[in-house]
């Protein structure tokens, strides 16, 4: 696990099952059923077990740049804060969208008292966008709300599926000095 220092907080990059972490809060890359799906959104659902489902049911879907939160059932995580990237299109509105998904989700984090919360690489999958672009999104959107709220604690981890993903988040962080 990589560490780094940003805005006086520690910020992990890792390669590693988010489903598996032992953190307070991970967040599901979900679709807007907030009913399970594929890639890590499926994943979460079947470790967590068959009461996320039921409560995502309740929740009446999320759109895209929001986010919700349910309980971790079965993961390590305590919590799961879903929320919903966007289909990447190449508008200047795709990195609002996804930048929104960041901070929402810590914006969440905050509300419920959470204290470490990790992030998949949101959008990168089946929403098809680029990787660098989106880790370039993620680092800023998260570098920019723990600016905002400097007396909240949070540990931040960027989780990365495979080796690729975590080398692109290490290259940011080299090539910007974090």
Known sequence: MLRLKIEERDVYITQD????????C?????????????GVDGAIHRRAGAELLRECRTLGGCETGEAKITKGYNL???WVIHTVGP???????????LADCYRNSLELAAKYNIHSIAFPAISTGVYGYPLKEATEVAVQAVKKWLADNKDYSIEVIFCCFDKRTYDIYKAYADKNNI
Do not use: F, H, M, Q
């Open 17 to 24: 099952d988010i489903t598996k972490l032992d953190c307070e």
């Open 26 to 38: 991970i967040v599901n890359a979900a679709n807007k059923s907030l009913l399970g799906g594929g």
């Open 76 to 78: 390590p995580a305590k």
């Open 87 to 97: 289909i990447y299109s190449g508008s200047k509105r795709d990195a609002k969208l």
